[in-house]
């Protein structure tokens, strides 16, 4: 199979129209318009639906409906927009729906700018909606995996049926990298009897809903629904090792911020520095077991983040405080540069922190 | 012996829990004979709102989705798109569709997407215990403008079937009312129409049913029903205010 | 084990993107690792772009260059900015029609080309860009002129492929012209 150049937003575009996804609603924002224009380009010309919505709380809701009649669906944004869909990302999380939400983060809060950041984290994995939930979050790296997670993200979301979130930055949706497209990129095709598709006078009506007044019957969904958080923390964490074996500092790092880390960690090694990189490709789940086990042999961890450091609360809790953590962040649009990663490194490697 | 009268088989066995001399009962009745009418009961997914209706998904037999508040008219768009050759309407309140809901109101009607809406105009917040809404009548006194619907701070009520035709897009608008036999007569026609519209495929239908609400209102069944008649039909007359079958004549 | 940073920098509306489109394609057609990262935003149009290109035989960590091998500058403010980022024993290609000064560095070979007059003068007046590209390649190999055109077919959109000719055109004069 040819590899092409593409852009990362491009790349997820066509991902998920090889994934099967026939139905996608934006709302234009920088830095992921690619992905809308390109869905436009496309969709009309394979029988599927490209639609403008009037909002990014229309776009959502629209994604609810799609995702109501059983059909993939997905919508993408960058920050700010993804603060409007949050209200629809909750109901979809309370009807059990599964739905694509791509979000190419920029810097905030507010309007913030438009240069990349990965300060969307904890909206990300901790919530961002209303009520007890969790999103599947994948972190992609490469132009490459913003394709392959886009096709994980459509098959994890089906799976388990809950909604599921890319989690990208503007430098991986801007930048082009060679990719591979298998042909056809579904997996599984997973049944759906719950969905609305018309009775057709045979069976009961089925209805999608996350409206419970009884309190029993809301706490127990709630407490099901958490028992298949359980199951995908226990199946679905995904997670790249990058030298960290005989690592004496271990770098924690995703996306973008994992790509300069990498120059930082050879650097570093040219100096005779022992440093590895944990990249989480899952943040939520985040891979907890590994950061345990590593925290075993590395003097600490360095979280090197685009954002005034979020991710670095899951670090502590999965390595349970019992080495220390730093921080090196950029923000505001701004990236570590490998330098500044490695300054890091060696501060951890000498104690000076 | 011959059955003369029976629930419409669109409606469930579920007993509804709306208030006493309270419309939604008459207005689901209506969409439902409606939907029996047409024998598209299999083919038909309705969108519940959020507000008094908002379990419409337990009355309704067939497959419902509950929206979020004012979101109905964008999942109604996101269900058509998949599923075309099915029947999708939603039914909403005046909060829902008016205030919260308006930008997902207009645009779906600019669309001219292919669903029916029925509008349920009470003016007034019922579920949250009387409100003032975006279509309760200057001077109204609610829970929120306890002295009365003062348009110099708070605005007009909006006119959604005379703001809508302003588009050029919808197909058909036309407002009812549910307050005496033979408005229900005439509402049910209308029902009726906006769902053939969409058989058809001719595009966005609206009907907006003005209705009353004796609990929040303050009133009794009847003492409503005639301010239904006194005060809210001269605000929000009632007729066709958009029938493009007419316009292509 | 060859790993080459290259930075170019000028006026939105100049081709900075395009050209580094077409080292990323060509790098590509030479089964090499390659990123092509842009600016993005406001300065799509009249202000100052730049494009990051990496063109490897091993993975490619960051894709950001900040440090380049070769700089391309096709505008002043952007010579003023990047001069000094150029690697050691790098080098620099200077569009010598719009920016007047010599560099101050004595550590990196600078190439000076009159890109945009050389392209008025052909008759192309938008490739100066591709002029540039050409002598890139000549001084520094670090994509082959062989098989350009296929590269080169593929970076520009099917909606001008009549104006391939014209670039290929603009390469080749970058190619030849000697400094």
Sequence with gaps: MAKVLMKGNEAIAEAAIRSGCRHYFGYPITPQTEI?????????????????????????????GVSSAGCRVMTSSSSPGVSLKQEGISYLAGCDLPALIVNV????????????????????????????????????????????LTAKA???????????????????????????????????VYEKPWAVTGTENKREHNIVNSLYLVPEQLEKKNIERYEKYKTVEKNEVMYEEYMT????????????????????ITAARAKGIKAGLIRPITLWPFPKDVIARTAEHVKGFVSVELSMGQMIEDIRLAEGCKKPVTLCSRVGGMIPSPEEVLKAIEDMEGGAF | MAVVFSKPKALTDAPLHYCPGCTHGIIHRLVAEAIDDLGILGRTVGVAPVGCAVMAYDYFSCDMVEAAHGRAPAVATGLKRAMPDRIIFTYQGDGDLASIGM????????????????????????????????????????????????????????????LLSALDAPYYIERVAVNNVKHVMAAKKAIKRAFE????????????????????????????LDWVESDMIPYYPLGVYRDKSKEAE | MAYIQVLIAGFGGQGVLFAGKVLAHKGLEEEKQISWLPSYGPEMRGGTANCSVIISDTPVGSPIVSEPDILIVMNLP????????????????????????????TDISVHYI???????????????????????????????????????SKTVSAKHQDLLEANLKAIEAGYEYKD
């Design chain 1, 154 to 188: 459509f098959d994890l979301a089906d799976k388990y049926r809950m909604p599921a979130m890319l989690l990208a930055d503007g430098t991986i949706g801007q930048m082009m990298e060679p990719v591979e497209l298998p042909e056809d990129m579904r997996t599984t």
């Design chain 2, 197 to 224: 519209n969409q058989v058809e495929g001719r595009g966005f239908s609206l009907i907006e049913v003005v209705s009353s609400c004796p609990t929040n209102w303050g009133m009794t069944p009847q003492k409503a």
């Design chain 1, 36 to 64: 809308a224009a390109y869905m436009a380009k496309r969709m009309p010309k394979i029988g599927g639906t490209f639609l403008q919505a009037e909002s990014e709380i229309s776009a959502i809701n629209m994604v609810y």
């Design chain 1, 105 to 148: 983060q920029r810097g905030g809060p507010g309007l913030g700018g438009i240069q990349p950041s990965q300060s969307d984290y904890f909206q990300a994995t901790k919530g961002g909606g209303h009520g007890d939930y969790r999103l599947i979050v994948l972190a992609p790296a490469s132009v490459q995996e913003m394709a392959d």
């Design chain 3, 78 to 105: 952007s010579f003023d900015k990047y001069e000094n980022a150029v690697k050691a024993g790098g080098c620099a290609f200077v569009d010598s029609t719009l920016i007047e000064r010599k560099a101050e560095r």
């Design chain 1, 245 to 264: 074996d005989d690592a004496d500092v271990c770098v924690v790092a995703f996306g973008i911020a994992a790509r300069v880390s990498k120059n930082a």
């Design chain 2, 103 to 162: 930008a997902e109101t207009v645009h779906a009607a600019t669309r001219n997407e292919n669903i029916t809406v029925i509008f349920v105009n009470n003016a007034i917040y019922g579920m949250t215990g009387g409100q003032m809404a975006p279509t309760s009548l200057p001077g109204q006194v609610t829970q929120t403008s306890p002295y009365g619907r003062d348009v110099k701070t708070v605005g007009y009520p909006i006119k959604v079937c005379e």
């Design chain 3, 114 to 152: 009159p890109a945009t007059k050389m392209a008025r003068d052909l008759g192309i007046p938008t490739l100066a860009n591709m002029i540039m590209i050409g002598k890139v390649i000549r001084e520094t190999g670090v994509v082959a002129m062989d098989g350009l055109r296929d590269a080169l």
